[in-house]
């Protein structure tokens, strides 16, 4: 398998481009078509590099820059079709470790990912490994949950569940979203799914199921991990 790229970049002619030529040079590519977006698959995928756009809609490439900055050493490349020294000294103030500017080449593109992602390459993991939050530790790499130091025993949904809501940690998920994440083209699960597994968590990594605190209930809207 082929180092994972995830693109941030709401340009379709652009993002078809980049996913079909960095295919075919041996790359996993994935797309985020906005900001937010991108900063939660950054968080689940946990790529290798990341192409992010300058100019998106909403939450913009530098603030995503910023975002990914403070959770991870993952390399980024930013692609920006401005061309000043500005915007160039504040994505590398803002950690990103490259700048390439539109319109370039497929092969100046790859050449530029191949000598990033040799520089960061000895810099340790470049995603943190771990995650932490009051009395629960996910352990990434060895799918490990331990609940204030105990190992606790998550089916591959829980766990799938877990991993998507602390992802998206801070933000309401809607239980359709959750199904669409979690079960994808399933068909013979509805909205209640959710909920079940919802509970079932809660019962293995509350320390009070009736009185969650890591996974909350947003009344009429869904769940929310955190605070
Ligand atoms: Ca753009």
Not at 38 to 53: K, Q, T
Not at 55 to 76: A, K
Not at 181 to 190: K, P, R
Not at 197 to 215: D, F, N, Q, S, T
Request: aromatic letters at 6%; hydrophobic letters at 40%.
């Amino acid at each position: 398998m082929g180092a994972k790229v995830l693109i941030i970049e709401d340009e379709e002619t652009m993002v078809e481009g980049l996913t079909y030529n960095l295919g075919k040079e041996g790359f996993e590519v994935s797309v985020a078509l906005d900001g937010e977006t991108g900063v939660s698959m950054a968080r689940l995928i946990r790529p290798d590099l990341v192409l992010l756009d300058l100019m998106l809609p909403g939450m913009d490439g530098l603030d995503v820059c910023r975002t990914l900055r403070r959770e991870s050493r993952v390399p980024i490349i930013m692609l920006t079709a401005k061309t000043t020294e500005m915007d160039k000294v504040v994505g590398l103030e803002l950690g990103a470790d490259d700048y390439i500017t539109k319109p370039f080449s497929v092969r100046e593109l790859v050449a530029r990912i191949h000598a990033v992602m040799r520089r960061t390459g000895d810099a340790g993991p470049v995603q943190p490994e771990r995650f932490t939050f009051r009395h629960l530790t996910i352990d990434f790499e060895r799918h490990l949950v331990t609940v204030s130091g105990k190992a606790v025993d998550l089916s591959p949904k829980e766990y799938h569940l877990l991993r998507t809501l602390v992802a998206h940690r801070g933000r309401v998920l809607r239980r359709e979203e959750l199904l669409q994440m979690v079960w994808g083209h399933d068909v013979f699960v509805d909205q209640r799914t959710v909920d079940v597994h919802v509970r079932w968590l809660r019962e293995k990594i509350e320390e009070e199921a009736g009185r969650p605190v890591l996974i909350q209930t947003v009344r009429g809207a869904g769940y929310r991990f955190g605070d």
